[in-house]
């Protein structure tokens, strides 16, 4: 939608978006961002492909395209070693071509466990000038997001300014639900979509997960018990995920883990009437718990301080 929306205010602006979560080290962030830049700010033509070439040579780029969109396609051959250069020379590309970029970079924070030292200080090191390309860093695993950005002693410390991204109220989402199925002539009833918003906490993943389960349904009315019928199957299926979740914890923590997911949301774990009540074990081994289950990212916590179980799925089958 943001990409969408400027766009739409100004034709010459380039946007790009890349998911680095699947990258193991920085030879694959660069080849990844490579194919994604690399000819998308040139004419499609001869000349182009000789100058792209030419500029990187690091990365011996070969060009294709598609014969319908006319779209380049590039296929690159950067040896490992080269990955710093070839970095180097993909952001030169974007200064020379003076256009105004947006990149996106989703799960930024995957960076962090590259095994090359200095990662973050390297590309801050070319970002900062970069006049023309603004970048957008996002990121699932907010307290390492907070860490790279917040920290006085991390590269990126108030480089840019940080926005949270809060669930969608739920009048807006339940407006936008109905009248998609209304769309396609399936009803849709707002106290159904309302329990699926409080059942998924406002978790926009989960909800279109399971919004889309029931649009897929052949029923012309969704009722209450066609989510709890989804629910149920999605459980089964992911019984046997959860169950190796279960057996990377010990024993302390999976008792803290049930107990969260049967309060659905604690914020105050140490206070004695929620250890009394889940028959929890002392203080200390309560706090070393939550301290462990946060650095898994089995649980999260909110602005406002309350802890959860990340995945909403889990959380139901923990209840059970």
């Not at 969608?168 to 989402?173: N, R």
């Not at 649980?299 to 909403?312: K, P, S, T």
Request: glycine share 4%; proline share 2%.
């Amino acid at each position: 939608m943001l990409f969408y929306q400027l766009n739409k205010r100004d034709k010459n602006v380039s946007c790009f978006y890349l998911d680095i979560f699947s990258t193991q080290n920085l030879h694959e962030f660069v080849t990844l961002l490579g194919k994604t830049v690399l000819g998308k700010l040139d004419n499609h033509s001869t000349s182009m492909i000789k100058r792209v070439s030419a500029f990187f040579k690091s990365f011996r780029p070969s060009f294709s395209f598609d014969v319908i969109t006319g779209e380049p396609a590039v296929t690159l051959d950067i040896q490992a070693e080269q990955s710093e250069v070839g970095l180097q020379e993909i952001f030169a590309y974007l200064k020379a071509s003076g256009k105004r970029c947006y990149i996106a970079i989703d799960e930024f924070q995957q960076i962090i466990d590259y095994p090359e030292k200095g990662v973050e200080a390297l590309l801050r090191s070319y970002m900062q000038f970069l006049p023309n390309i603004k970048f957008i860093f996002a990121g699932s695993k907010k307290h390492l997001m907070d860490a790279m950005f917040s920290a006085v002693n991390r590269p990126f410390y108030q480089s840019t300014q940080k926005i949270g991204l809060k669930e969608i109220p739920l009048a807006t989402y339940r407006k936008f639900a109905l009248k998609m199925f209304d769309d396609y002539g399936k009803a849709l009833d707002p106290d159904v979509f309302d329990y699926v918003y409080e059942k998924m906490m406002g978790h926009t993943w989960y909800i279109q997960f399971i919004l889309n389960q029931l649009f897929a349904a052949e029923k012309a009315k969704i009722e209450k018990q066609d989510v709890e019928f989804i629910i149920e199957d999605i459980l089964q299926e992911e019984s046997a995920t959860f169950k190796t979740y279960c057996e990377i914890v010990t024993t302390g923590q999976l008792r803290l883990l049930r107990a969260i997911a049967k309060e659905h949301k604690v914020s105050s774990p140490f206070e004695s009437t929620f250890i009394l009540r889940h028959n929890l074990t002392a203080l200390s081994s309560v706090k070393l718990a939550l301290k462990s289950l946060s650095n898994k990212m089995l649980i999260l916590q909110d602005e406002n301080g309350g802890y959860y179980v990340y995945d909403r799925f889990f959380s139901l089958w923990l209840e059970k």
